[in-house]
C-alpha cells in the first residue's frame, strides 16, 4: 500500500540520545544513533522505498519525563520541541510533529502544547507515561490531581495526546528482579502503559473531557483483548470506582491504537473486532523496529481492502486533518 502515515516513528535531541542506548545491542548502537539524529535522508529513503507517505516524528523516551529537575525539564522539552520543528520545516510534506511536555510542572506543560501547536504547528502531544518530579523516585502520573487544569486547557487545543511507554523505576520493579529481559518493550512497557489508561480511565477524566482522545501503541498494549474482563470484574467489585461510563465506553470513544511494533495480524484483526477499523492506525515505532517489516507485513495482513486504507492512512488524515 503506498501512502502510508506512521505515528510513532520516533528521533533524539543530542541530549536525550542516551535515554535510549539500554533498549539497543551494543553492536547495533552506532547505527541507532545515526537513524535517531536523522530527520531526513535515511528515513526518507525507507519511506520511499516502503510506501510511507509521511512520518508523525516523535522525541525518544523516556526523555522528558525521566528529567526530575523541573527547570531542566522545561528547558529541555522547549530545546527538542525547536529542534523537531526545524527538521519538520525542511520536509513538511513528509514530516509532522508530536510536542514533548514538561509533566514536571503542569502549568508550564499547557503552556509548550499550546506553543507547539499554535506556533510551531504540531499535530499533538506525545507523552512518556509518568513523570519524576523534583526527585529520582518521585512517580507522578497523569490521573494525578496536580493535573486538573492541564487536561483542561489540553482538551481545547482539540488535538490528540500519545500516551508512550516507559519501564517503571527500579524501585518498583520488583517483579522484574531477575529478569531484566522482561523490561522494555518485550512485557514491562506493555504492563506500565496499560495500567497508565485505565487509570485514566478510572479518574474520570473522560467524563469531564468527553471529546478528549488518546492513542496508545502496539495494538493497545493488549487492552483489546483485555478490556471486557476489566469491566466484568470492577463491576464486582468496584472499590470505590465512580464512573459514568463502562471502561469499554471510554476505550471505544476516547482511544485510538496502533500497530506499532507489533506486527501480527491476529493482534491487528482482534484490534479491529473490539475497537473498530476506524480507530486503528499504522505505525512502525521506527527506528527500534524496522520500516520495512512494519510495511511488509501490513500491506499483506489479510483484512479488508476498505480498513487497509483507513488503517494506514485515511483515519490519521482525518484525525490530524492533514492536508495530505
Request: proline fraction near 4%; glycine fraction near 8%; hydrophobic fraction near 40%.
Amino acid at each position: 500500500m503506498k501512502g502510508k502515515i506512521g505515528l510513532e516513528e520516533h528521533f533524539a535531541h543530542p541530549a536525550t540520545l542516551s535515554s535510549s542506548q539500554e533498549y539497543v545491542l551494543e553492536r547495533k548502537w552506532s547505527e541507532m544513533k545515526k537513524r535517531l539524529l536523522d530527520v531526513g535522508d535515511i528515513r526518507l529513503k525507507l519511506m520511499d522505498q516502503h510506501g510511507m507517505e509521511m512520518m508523525i516524528v516523535s522525541l525518544n523516551s523516556p526523555a522528558i519525563q525521566a528529567i526530575s529537575d523541573v527547570p531542566t525539564a522545561i528547558e529541555m522539552a522547549k530545546r527538542a520541541n525547536d529542534l523537531l520543528s526545524e527538521h519538520v520545516a525542511k520536509r513538511p510534506d513528509r514530516f509532522r510533529a508530536f510536542g514533548a511536555l514538561p509533566l514536571q510542572d503542569p502549568e508550564a506543560a499547557v503552556l509548550e502544547a499550546q506553543r507547539c501547536i499554535a506556533d510551531l504547528g504540531f499535530v499533538g502531544a506525545l507523552v512518556n507515561g509518568f513523570s519524576q518530579v523534583g526527585d529520582e523516585e518521585s512517580v507522578v502520573y497523569l490521573d494525578d490531581g496536580r493535573y486538573e487544569e492541564f487536561w483542561t486547557e489540553f482538551a481545547k487545543l482539540d488535538r490528540p495526546f500519545y500516551l508512550h511507554p516507559r519501564d517503571p523505576i527500579a524501585s518498583r520493579s520488583r517483579i522484574y528482579d531477575g529478569h531484566p529481559w522482561l523490561l522494555g518493550s518485550a512485557w514491562a512497557f506493555g504492563v506500565e502503559t496499560a495500567t497508565h489508561a485505565l487509570r485514566l480511565m478510572g479518574s474520570g477524566l473522560f467524563d469531564r473531557h468527553p471529546d478528549l482522545q488518546v492513542i496508545v501503541g502496539h495494538h493497545g498494549e493488549g487492552l483489546p483483548f483485555l478490556i471486557w474482563r476489566v469491566d466484568h470484574r470492577v463491576a464486582t467489585a468496584p472499590r470505590g470506582i465512580q464512573i459514568k461510563k463502562t471502561f469499554q465506553a471510554y476505550f471505544h470513544q476516547n482511544f485510538y491504537v496502533t500497530t506499532s511494533g507489533s506486527f501480527r495480524t491476529q493482534a491487528l484483526v482482534n484490534s479491529i473486532s473490539e475497537i473498530g477499523s476506524d480507530r486503528v492506525l499504522f505505525s512502525t515505532d521506527y527506528p527500534f523496529e524496522e520500516l520495512g517489516d512494519a510495511a511488509h507485513w501490513f500491506d499483506a495482513a489479510s483484512i479488508a481492502e476498505n480498513d487497509r486504507e483507513k488503517i494506514g492512512r485515511l483515519n490519521a488524515v482525518r484525525l490530524f486533518r492533514l492536508a495530505v
